[in-house]
């Protein structure tokens, strides 16, 4: 039997060594395990990297502050032919590895993201508190994007898609790295959402600062597109893009 595709995790961390270590207990107990886990130390003042290190993960450090600039720094550092990333303080599923890969098995894909529900706050609003956040997002991020968008919570890519946009994307602390790499990639790669509760994260993302400042980034990373990808220029040249795609694929 051949054997699969490379596969990488990629987990930025910044001060989130209890989280760390959780979420590390979760890929460890993967039906698919990864073949490495990049851990990018962000420049923490705790012990995550010594967390990292325990657990059997290769720590990369990246001294320039902000998400973007360690998601980067792992991505690049990464060896995986596949590269599926999450954040420090989410919880996947047991099947959350093997249901990614399954993804990216379709070769006219090259990038899937999923949701996801919240793992602590009042436990009859967990559910229902994480489908408004994302519903929100979505509602927001859609229509900015022209299709759907990635959540760096839970996503992956192929390594020939990170090293096409590579050098496009913003690495600004103020922008949101997930949706800048989604208007980077969603021009000339297809992006997919995958069903299913396969993921699980802190609630602390609706703490009414972080929500303020989550929100502010997002509309940041936005204007950091324009005018170039003003919405409706943006679909027209995603018309365009898709309507090559088509005649491609008819000519074969």
Same mark, same amino acid.
């Given at each position: 039997?051949p054997?699969?595709? /490379?596969?990488?995790?990629?987990i ?7 989280? /760390?270590?959780?979420? /590390?207990?979760?890929?460890a ?6 073949d ?6 962000n420049? $923490?003042?705790?012990?995550s990297?010594d &967390?990292?290190r325990?657990a059997?993960a ?5 001294g ?7 998601t980067a ?7 995986g ?8 303080? $989410?919880?996947?599923?047991p099947?959350?590895?093997a249901?990614?890969v399954e ?6 894909v ?6 996801a529900v919240f793992?602590?706050?009042p436990? $009859?609003?967990?559910?229902t508190?994480?489908?408004a956040?994302l519903?929100t997002?979505?509602a927001f991020a859609? *229509?900015?994007l022209?299709h759907t968008?990635l959540?760096g919570s839970n996503?992956?890519?192929?390594r020939a898609?990170?090293?096409a946009?590579r050098h496009?994307v ?12 989604a208007y980077h990639l969603?021009l000339?790669h297809?992006?997919r959402r995958?069903p299913?509760r396969h993921?699980?994260? $802190?609630?602390r993302?609706v703490?009414?600062r972080r ?8 509309a940041?990373?936005?204007?950091a597109h324009?005018?170039r990808? &003003?919405? *409706?220029v943006r679909?027209a ?5 898709r ?7 008819a000519?074969?």
């Amino acid at each position: 039997m051949p054997a699969g595709p /490379l596969v990488s995790v990629v987990i930025p961390v910044l001060d989130d060594g209890p989280h /760390l270590w959780r979420c /590390l207990r979760a890929l460890a107990a993967q039906t698919l395990i990864a073949d490495e886990i990049v851990v990018v130390d962000n420049d $923490s003042t705790d012990d995550s990297a010594d &967390i990292a290190r325990a657990a059997g993960a290769r720590v990369v450090f990246c001294g320039e502050r902000g998400i973007p600039a360690a998601t980067a720094t792992g991505y690049d550092a990464a060896r995986g032919e596949l590269i599926l990333r999450l954040d420090a303080d $989410s919880l996947p599923a047991p099947t959350w590895i093997a249901t990614m890969v399954e993804a990216l098995a379709d070769p006219d894909v090259d990038a899937v993201t999923g949701g996801a529900v919240f793992h602590d706050g009042p436990r $009859s609003q967990r559910v229902t508190m994480a489908r408004a956040f994302l519903g929100t997002y979505n509602a927001f991020a859609f *229509p900015a994007l022209g299709h759907t968008p990635l959540w760096g919570s839970n996503m992956a890519f192929r390594r020939a898609a990170w090293d096409a946009v590579r050098h496009e994307v913003h690495l600004d602390p103020e922008v949101h790295d997930d949706l800048d790499l989604a208007y980077h990639l969603g021009l000339r790669h297809r992006i997919r959402r995958v069903p299913g509760r396969h993921m699980r994260v $802190s609630s602390r993302t609706v703490e009414p600062r972080r929500f303020v400042r989550c929100f502010r980034r997002g509309a940041g990373t936005v204007f950091a597109h324009w005018p170039r990808d &003003i919405p *409706p220029v943006r679909w027209a040249r995603l018309a365009r893009a898709r309507r090559r795609a088509a005649g491609t694929g008819a000519a074969r």
